[in-house]
């Protein structure tokens, strides 16, 4: 089971106004082949079929604490999206087209399908495939298949920092290039484990060195290069046995965190009348406060 914690990972700037173009490349890092959907999806498969958990216990514990951080991941990408989806349209009549900005945006799914939010699809609307999963069965070629995936993501995080200055948009890539870069040295280790080869030095793509990226410094300056998480489930306090030893990027002591990550709060967006979302208005809610206190 995963327990739904009410908070995202990391606090987001709350923008003065939307930006279009921005939430359109973040949307690769959503539903994208190598972005957030893929990631979570993949280790989720993988944790739930895992064969010889008992045996293999530390490697089955590994995947399965990854993949509690995906949903995380995948929740933070969208709270990005609809931050950068603020204020880029105004309510008004039908009549005056207060959609009309949409038909000069190149997403225009978040106008039409979400109401400026989220879609679970790449960054041209492409609905997100479950073609995208591996999930072979055979520990060590799903291990590589992970550390692959997580190097095709890191290329795609970086490529979409380059491509927009947004401060929302940078916050979330310089905290996933940081969390990412984590994730590619747990699968290395766990291959080395597995296997006896050092696969970060046979395969040394990409670098991972963060410290060109002015937004992941302070995610760097926390020490979240370094750690993983057991999510309060002492089951999982185990991959210590592979999360062991020093950092191969910055020689710093890797370490097991026996909890979650502090969080922040997660954001509260305003209504869309112009999207008729959600729909509820006044009178509405009267009616609804009524029936919630009825009885009580």
Same mark, same amino acid.
């Given at each position: 089971m995963?327990?739904?914690?009410?908070?995202?990972?990391?606090?987001?700037?709350?923008?003065?106004?939307?930006?279009?173009?921005?939430?359109?490349?973040?949307?690769?890092?959503?539903?994208g082949?190598?972005?957030?959907?893929s990631?979570?999806?993949?280790?989720?498969?993988?944790?739930?079929?895992?064969r010889?958990?008992?045996?293999?216990?530390?490697?089955?514990?590994?995947?399965?604490?990854?993949?509690?951080?995906?949903?995380?991941?995948?929740?933070?990408?969208?709270?990005?999206?609809?931050?950068?989806?603020f204020?880029?349209?105004?309510p008004?009549?039908?009549?005056? =087209?207060?959609?009309?900005?949409?038909?000069?945006a190149?997403?225009?799914?978040?106008?039409?399908?979400?109401?400026? $939010?989220?879609y679970p699809?790449?960054?041209?609307?492409r609905?997100?495939?479950?073609?995208?999963?591996?999930?072979? /069965?055979?520990?060590?070629?799903?291990?590589?298949?992970?550390?692959?995936?997580?190097?095709? %993501?890191?290329t795609?995080?970086?490529?979409?920092?380059?491509?927009?200055?947004n401060?929302?948009?940078?916050?979330?890539?310089?905290y996933?290039?940081?969390?990412?870069g984590?994730?590619?040295? =747990?699968?290395?280790?766990?291959l080395?484990?597995?296997?006896?080869?050092?696969?970060?030095?046979?395969?040394?793509?990409?670098?991972?060195?963060n410290?060109?990226?002015d937004?992941a410094?302070?995610?760097?300056?926390?020490?979240?290069?370094n750690?993983?998480? $057991?999510?309060?489930?002492?089951?999982?306090?185990?991959?210590?046995?592979?999360?062991?030893?020093?950092?191969?990027?910055?020689?710093?002591?890797?370490?097991v965190?026996? /909890?979650?990550?502090?969080? %922040?709060?997660?954001?509260?967006?305003?209504e869309?009348?112009?999207?008729?979302?959600?729909?509820?208005?006044?009178?509405?809610?009267?009616?609804?406060l009524?029936?919630?206190?009825?009885?009580?």
């Open positions: 995963i327990k739904r914690v009410n908070r995202i990972q990391i606090e987001l700037p709350r923008p003065d106004h939307g930006d279009m173009n921005a939430a359109s490349v973040v949307q690769e890092l959503m539903g082949k190598f972005g957030e959907m990631t979570l999806n993949n280790y989720m498969f993988q944790s739930f079929n895992f010889g958990k008992k045996k293999l216990k530390p490697f089955y514990n590994l995947v399965a604490s990854i993949t509690a951080e995906e949903f995380g991941h995948v929740e933070l990408v969208a709270n990005t999206i609809n931050l950068l989806s204020g880029n349209t105004s008004g009549d039908p009549d005056t =087209a207060p959609l009309q900005n949409a038909k000069d190149r997403y225009s799914l978040h106008f039409t399908t979400t109401a400026q $939010t989220a699809g790449d960054g041209m609307g609905p997100w495939n479950g073609e995208y999963v591996n999930n072979s /069965g055979v520990l060590v070629a799903d291990l590589l298949a992970n550390y692959l995936l997580e190097i095709g %993501a890191r795609h995080k970086m490529r979409v920092y380059e491509m927009t200055v401060p929302v948009a940078r916050t979330l890539c310089g996933l290039l940081v969390r990412g984590t994730h590619i040295i =747990a699968y290395a280790k766990a080395e484990v597995a296997t006896g080869v050092d696969v970060g030095k046979m395969l040394p793509v990409p670098s991972l060195d410290s060109k990226f937004y410094k302070k995610f760097i300056d926390q020490g979240l290069a750690v993983l998480y $057991t999510w309060g489930e002492p089951e999982y306090k185990d991959i210590n046995q592979i999360w062991k030893g020093q950092n191969p990027e910055t020689g710093e002591q890797l370490k965190i026996d /909890g979650l990550p502090e969080g %922040a709060p997660v954001p509260d967006f305003e869309k009348p112009e999207e008729f979302a959600p729909g509820i208005d006044r009178d509405d809610y009267e009616r609804i009524k029936r919630l206190k009825a009885n009580m």
